[in-house]
């Protein structure tokens, strides 16, 4: 069993955009606003260290432009694929 801890009242500032967010957890989640907030301190990472804070945001650009290379490449076979249906399209066509 959890026993309870002494809970200190803080009166805290933030946005009205984030806080609109922290409620919208909250209530998903069925638990009070202070409870989101303690929830989310409790989950925040502290540990990080700025070297790998510079490591994970290099690693987060290449993947975004591995990513936007894909779409690129996504892109330009869709188009191919149209013209080729459109080429047998015609050849079907002119077969009937």
């Given at each position: 069993?959890?026993?309870?801890?002494t809970?200190?009242?803080?009166?805290?500032?933030?946005?009205?955009?984030m806080a609109?967010?922290?409620?919208?957890?909250?209530?998903?989640?069925?638990?009070?606003?202070?409870?989101a907030?303690r929830?989310?301190?409790?989950?925040?990472?502290?540990?990080?260290?700025?070297?790998?804070?510079?490591?994970?945001?290099?690693?987060?650009?290449?993947?975004?432009?591995?990513?936007?290379?894909?779409?690129?490449r996504?892109?330009?076979?869709?188009?191919?694929?149209?013209?080729?249906?459109?080429?047998l399209?015609k050849a079907?066509?002119?077969?009937?």
């Open positions: 069993m959890q026993t309870q801890q809970m200190l009242r803080k009166q805290i500032l933030m946005p009205p955009e609109g967010r922290v409620q919208k957890i909250a209530e998903a989640r069925e638990i009070s606003f202070g409870e907030v929830t989310m301190v409790e989950a925040f990472d502290d540990t990080v260290k700025p070297d790998e804070t510079a490591m994970l945001e290099a690693l987060a650009d290449a993947l975004i432009a591995s990513t936007q290379d894909t779409v690129k996504v892109d330009a076979l869709i188009t191919r694929l149209d013209k080729t249906h459109k080429l399209e079907d066509g002119r077969k009937r």
